[in-house]
């Protein structure tokens, strides 16, 4: 079995039962499938894509860092740690926090970032959260915006179909406003 498999397999373990916001709840594992597959159609190296498929095991399934590190050694598990928030924080504090914080990303973790977040956007487009209104959504789409444009420069293919598929979320964001 691969590396990239066995972290898949891990993450699939992690996030079982987990769905999204969404009114399809679909599970959570398919949000992950995506960043992963994003990057990897990016260009990203085995270390990425293994860190693109555990980037919210930490964050959102209470697995420790450390197990990260010896299951997938310290590279993968460094990215994994640029990538988890600390949920002691406040949601908004935690909000803010990402967006101060990229520009100090390592190349290797704004690839990442920026495909969760495009991810994330063609979510709230496509299929948002059943309980946010639609000031919300475009809140999340300015706030992921800023995230993205403050992270290092480079990964240009990436940041242009981020690009896109905000465009293309505002718009299903302001027919639903309409």
Known sequence: MSNVDMARQFAEVAHAGQTRKGAGQEPYI?????????????????GQVMAAWLHDTVEDCGVL??????????????LVAELTDDKSLPKAERKELQVRCAPHKTDAA??????DKLSNIRAVGNAPPVHWPVARQAAYLDWAEAVVARLPSGADPVRAAFAEALAGSRRLVAVREA
């Open 30 to 46: 398919s949000h992950v499938a995506e960043v992963a597959a994003l990057v990897a159609g990016f260009g990203g190296s085995e």
């Open 65 to 78: 860092p450390a197990e990260i590190a010896e299951r997938f050694g310290d590279e993968v598990a460094a």
């Open 110 to 115: 704004a690839l990442i970032k920026i495909c």
